[in-house]
């Protein structure tokens, strides 16, 4: 039990502690009755490492390490020091407990093969992920997030893990979640059981569930979406930003678009909304990345009664046929995004 105020009077009101990550993770694991263990192992190093992440985030400004490295990733676009440095916590922190067998990540060309240090590969499940998304945003301190997906591996376990086990449509993930550094850093899951989200308490380096069982309403008010991208947008999408402008009913709807994709979600998610990057004539497949950005977040969407699309069908039903392709994503509220398909179907 803890000591909190009542604003309103000031009087001590007693309430039970939340729950811990750790605690929440032991409880789950017992729920899975004939599981291994291994997928609460990776969410457990994935909290690690996730705090690991968030120190060095939050020294960004204090320290010389904001900037590009001088590198490129696969994309072209530069990294920034700490997307190097979020790669490497999350691959060495993966790789060191010998949890996962195969890394796919954003920032590297190609997947890891994980050996077991006995030479074996006996674990049965792959990661993929993008460890610092919207990291174009450090230096302007807006927050920033990683993103995780979690399958199961589909050739033989004890043989090392090929692109096949990478190419999984976003319909097989076992487990997928966000850690968004922010005001506050939370580390937000599913394992197909629902969304829940965690709050660091920064002094003692504790996740505390805050927020149980998240939910989007059906119907939202905002929409996300880089309006500036307008003329090169599809007409279905320009003509739903008008709808979404339109006074009628409970519009206009407000425009809210922060340019960090775990931070847009999460706000929408909470608030209630829709997340739209469409494809426009400079980016034909859209932007995101449909394995290290799309499925997980669809996953999540769909746990919290959402919907995920590419503006014609459902996200997770795709089927991958390269690492680091793209897809548009309409994303959020079901009705939202349904009411951004039924624009785009008229084009099609
Ligand atoms: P990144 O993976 O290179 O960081 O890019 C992804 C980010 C998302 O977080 C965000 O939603 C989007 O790019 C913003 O793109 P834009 O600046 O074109 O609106
Ligand atoms: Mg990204």
Redesign the pocket.
């Known amino acids: 039990m803890i000591n909190i105020c009542n604003r309103k009077n000031d009087m001590p009101i007693m309430k039970h502690r939340n729950k811990t990550l750790g605690e929440f993770i032991i409880e789950k694991q017992e729920e899975f009755k004939y599981s291994s263990g291994e997928l609460s192992r990776i969410i457990n190093a994935i909290r690690l490492a996730a705090k690991v992440v968030n120190y060095k985030v939050n020294k960004a400004g204090l320290v010389d390490i904001v900037g590009a490295a001088g590198e490129q990733?696969i994309?072209g676009?530069d990294q920034q020091k700490l997307?190097v440095y979020a790669n490497e916590v999350f691959i060495q922190t993966l790789t060191n407990r010998e949890i996962v067998c195969g890394i796919a990540s954003?920032e590297n060309d190609d997947f890891i093969a994980i050996h077991g240090k006995a030479g074996d590969d006996n674990s049965k499940y792959v990661v993929l992920m993008?460890p610092?998304?919207?990291?174009?945003?450090i230096d302007v301190n807006v927050s920033?997030?990683t993103i995780f997906s979690v399958f199961r591996r589909v050739t033989p376990m004890g043989t090392p893990v090929t692109l096949e086990d990478f190419l999984q449509p976003g319909d097989q993930q076992v487990a997928a979640g966000y850690v968004i550094y922010g005001t506050s850093t939370m580390l937000v899951y599913t394992t197909g059981h629902g969304v829940n989200g965690f709050t660091l308490n920064p002094a003692i380096g504790t996740f505390y569930l805050s927020h149980p069982n998240m939910q989007y309403s059906k119907d939202g008010k905002i929409y996300s979406?880089?309006e500036?991208?307008y003329i090169h947008f599809p007409q279905g999408v320009k003509d739903y930003i008008k709808y979404c402008q339109m006074e009628e009913g409970d519009r206009p709807y407000t425009s809210r678009?922060?340019?960090?994709?775990?931070?847009?979600f999460h706000r929408n998610m909470i608030k209630g909304g829709v997340?739209i990057?469409p494809t426009s004539s400079k980016?034909p497949n859209g932007?995101?990345?449909l394995l290290?950005?799309c499925n997980p977040m669809a996953f999540i969407a769909e746990q919290a009664g959402g919907k995920a699309s590419d503006g014609y069908g459902r996200i997770m039903e795709i089927q991958p046929t390269e690492l680091h392709q793209r897809v548009p994503f309409f994303c959020g509220s079901q009705n939202m995004v349904e009411k951004a398909e039924e624009f785009m179907a008229k084009y099609k």
């Open positions: 990733n994309q676009e997307d954003e993008d610092l998304d919207g990291s174009s945003n920033v997030g979406v880089n500036g991208n678009y922060i340019g960090s994709l775990v931070s847009d997340y990057y980016a932007k995101l990345r290290y950005e």
